[in-house]
């Protein structure tokens, strides 16, 4: 498949620049995928979509103030560090700004209590770094880092959390698992109160899920790792959902990632590593039945995945359908529910 095959148009004005509120007031695309049929919702209706014995499956990673501003010891040019997933110990998988001048050897200074010295590059273009602190390196990134927001908002977000999802737990992601951002602590209680389960995996949002496809032939596309863990008793209610014959519904598409990669076999595992799936038109689902999304941008793999779960034409057809209603795209906007 193409590239241009995965684009549409999309008026700038509806590119969201701030986070819905209440969080379950965001509207709600409801495409059923065998019919085409799409109807227009709240957030808040989506248990009018779910049965006693479904299981919802959220990622709870959290989101990092990844984005350091340093200097360069050896001349003191401005340097942008992005940390994107820990390695091992003190070591950094990253991207660094300006990177023509960030070589190996390099040290570039945040503060008096954190440095950090590049070691390598990597092949997508990053860099491997070592940083060097004293005292926690978690109490220093959450003095120095700031939250990165994607380049399309614009505007500055006045509650770091409305960038997190209320469940979020473990440290991570470089960016936030978007389609969690809707649900609010009192209807997943609603939720469980009407007997619809709540599951967590933890998928660590880095550059895989953003990076940009550069090649005309999709099927040449390759993703970057992110570090990925599903627990047992997760693995056991998922099991137990789909023996039973209810609905795995997953929220957003790195749960859906998560889910394809550790239920490889057509039966959900409990085991933890580094996937770079890419699920594309023509990829056989063995666990998701629904799925919650936001909005993606055009071109991107995210669209891609989605087409693969509900059918590229039926999902550009809502799309279309969502700027005529001008629903709200991208991190901050609105959602659909694929049936």
């Not at 008096?112 to 092949?123: N, Q, R, V």
């Amino acid at each position: 498949m193409q590239l241009s095959d995965f684009d549409y148009f999309l008026p700038q004005d509806l590119i969201a620049q701030r986070p819905c509120e209440p969080r379950d007031h965001s509207r709600l695309l409801v495409l059923d995928r065998q019919t085409g049929r799409i109807e227009h919702k709240s957030f808040y209706n989506l248990k009018q979509y779910l049965l006693p014995g479904d299981t919802l499956v959220f990622n709870d990673t959290r989101v990092i103030p990844a984005r350091l501003i340093g200097s360069r010891l050896d001349s003191g040019g401005k340097v942008e560090v992005f940390l994107l997933n820990r390695h091992s110990g003190n070591e950094w998988e990253t991207l660094v700004k300006p990177g023509k001048k960030a070589r190996p050897g390099t040290v570039v200074q945040f503060s008096e209590e954190l440095s950090c010295e590049i070691l390598a590059a990597t092949d997508y273009g990053g860099r491997i770094v070592r940083f060097v602190f004293e005292g926690i390196f978690e109490e220093i990134l959450d003095r120095l880092g700031e939250t990165p927001l994607p380049p399309y908002i614009k505007e500055k977000l006045s509650d770091k959390e409305r960038y997190q999802t209320v469940y979020a737990r473990e440290r991570g992601s470089a960016a936030a698992p978007t389609a969690g951002l809707h649900f609010t602590r009192e209807l997943m209680q609603e939720l469980a109160t009407q007997g619809i389960n709540l599951a967590f995996i933890t998928l660590h949002v880095g550059l895989g899920t953003f990076r940009p496809v550069k090649v005309a032939d999709i099927e040449q596309h390759v993703m970057h790792k992110e570090y990925y863990s599903v627990s047992a008793q997760t693995a056991a209610l998922i099991n137990e959902t789909r023996q039973k014959g209810r609905k795995v519904i997953a929220v957003g598409t790195t749960a859906v990632r998560t889910l394809e990669t550790a239920g490889s076999s057509g039966t959900l595992e409990s085991k933890s590593g580094w996937t770079d799936i890419f699920i594309y038109p023509g990829y056989p689902f063995k666990i998701v039945d629904r799925m919650i999304t936001n909005f993606h941008l055009p071109q991107s793999t995210l669209l891609m995945l989605v087409s693969a779960f509900a059918g590229r034409d039926a999902v550009l057809a809502a799309y279309e359908e969502a700027v005529r209603q001008k629903y709200r795209f991208f991190s901050f906007g609105d959602a659909m529910l694929i049936l």
